[in-house]
């Protein structure tokens, strides 16, 4: 396993639609190994395929605040098949660093996929974890939340990034 680079905005793999995982196997598991180093050592509570630069429909959540590994999700082409309700949540991503915004979502979601053996899964999930699960599905398919500010504040804050990264160099 390694802890991997996170890509960050405005990198163009983050825009590209992900590959739904034909076979389950162990390159496959390795990716994922590597997706849940990177979202712990980050620290973060969600981590989806494309932002370790791996263009295929893999997420992995973990909401839970201690032990570590307890609360771990992995999907592999997770579908959402059933959601109600509604959250409000001041959301953040890794690739998207000193950003956040309020994203209204689904509160309640049942999803399906694959498990790393490749088997058929189903779960439920509420609250943060609902939010959670649909931020990575939407980094599956392309959208990060800076999609959802206007041209003018995306723009402000890729010049602001750009200024900083070479601050720093
Ligand atoms: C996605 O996000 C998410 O800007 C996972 O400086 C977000 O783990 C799921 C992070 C909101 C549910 C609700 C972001 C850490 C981590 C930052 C993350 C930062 C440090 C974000
Ligand atoms: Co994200």
Redesign the pocket.
Known sequence: MAVREILKYPHPLLKRKAKPVVMVDEGTRRIIADMIETMYA?P???LAAPQIGELLRIIVVDVSVKEKGNGLIVLINPEIVYAEGEIV?E????S????SIEVKRASDVVVKGLDREGLPVELKASG?EA??IQ??IDHLNGTLIIDRVSFLKRELYRRNRKKLLQKQT
Do not use: K, S, T
């Open positions: 980050a973060g509570i969600g949540y959301e953040g991503c890794l998207v660093p000193d950003f943060l939010v959670a931020h990575e």
